[in-house]
């Protein structure tokens, strides 16, 4: 088969272009069908009768120009056309009418989807208390929730697999290109030292990192660097990390077993189990990380997501 003759059969069994159908035009032709008469439509939709007839000449001749209804001497009667097109015009204004709905859901906040993630010591109190509070008032929203640290929350925040991003200014994650992002302020918090009750230092009102010098550290790295204890090292030393340990309440228990100290954001202070002791650590040794909600900049975000952003600062007021 020469190149000519095999172009021919691509063309010939290609699918035919769909038309192009005016949604009016299959609502007309819905009314008819249910009513079987121009007349009852016309009267049922408010028109002329003229006008409906137009309606259907239009849409008979958009599918090829067969006859879509048998002009009766009283009303109309489908005709093979017309049934076979019947089930497709119900099915396409049924999801239409679907899809109304659907984005009358988003604008009142009765429906849709809101995707948000936030750093671990977000999700100890601020998060859940600002789940519960908004579920309250938008039941119908779903919420869908990540964990992670600050840079790969802003990354999926950028390839638009989150819509929110609750994220942290600790250890310089926000110095980069942001750009990309708006941020919505929420918080500035302090930090405090867990320590055994039985420290030295645990009757302390605040104490100054550089008293911390000698401690064993409990730390989610063995590296100052892009955590809570990269402060350390502008005050002149290097944290002795004796236990890297990821989840925040094994950190706890190492404390509490008087294995090292570590520090514990505001944040996360009410969480904190009874048989350790939190000191406040001074704001000019270790200023205060921001809190901030992230949402790409340039990308329109889901309706919910400013509601959302008010229940988070209402658990601050």
Request: aromatic share 6%.
């Amino acid at each position: 088969m020469d190149q000519i003759a095999q172009t021919q059969v691509q063309v010939q069994t290609q699918a035919p272009t769909p038309p192009d159908l005016s949604t009016v035009w299959l609502r007309v032709f819905l009314d008819v069908a249910r009513h079987g008469s121009f007349t009852v439509a016309a009267r049922d939709l408010g028109w002329t009768q003229s006008a409906v007839s137009r309606q259907i000449s239009s849409l008979e001749a958009a599918l090829g120009g067969d006859p879509l209804f048998d002009r009766l001497p009283r009303g109309v009667r489908l005709t093979a056309h017309g049934r076979t097109l019947l089930p497709h015009a119900e099915e396409t204004v049924a999801r239409l009418r679907a899809m109304q709905r659907e984005l009358a859901s988003l604008r009142d906040l009765t429906g849709g989807t809101l995707r948000f993630g936030a750093f671990a010591t977000a999700d100890a109190a601020l998060v859940p208390r600002a789940i519960a509070a908004f579920r309250a008032r938008h039941p119908g929203v779903t919420l869908t929730r990540e964990e992670g640290l600050t840079p790969g929350l802003l990354a999926r925040l950028g390839d638009g697999g989150l819509d929110l991003a609750i994220v942290s200014s600790t250890g310089g994650a926000l110095s980069g290109d942001m750009d990309a992002y708006e941020l919505h302020h929420i918080l500035d918090e302090g930090l405090y030292v867990a320590v055994p009750p039985a420290h030295p230092l645990a009757g302390r009102d605040s104490v100054r990192l550089p008293q911390l010098a000698g401690e064993d550290w409990i730390s989610g790295s063995a590296h100052a660097e892009g955590t809570l204890l990269e402060e350390a090292h502008r005050h002149g030393f290097r944290p002795r990390v004796a236990h890297v340990v990821a989840e925040w309440t094994a950190k706890q228990g190492y404390v509490a077993a008087g294995l090292g100290v570590t520090l514990v954001p505001a944040l996360a202070a009410e969480s904190v189990r009874p048989d350790i002791t939190l000191i406040p650590v001074h704001d000019e040794d270790a200023p205060p990380r921001t809190v901030y909600a992230a949402t790409a900049r340039g990308r329109a975000a889901p309706p919910a997501a400013e509601p959302f952003l008010e229940a988070l600062r209402a658990q601050l007021s």
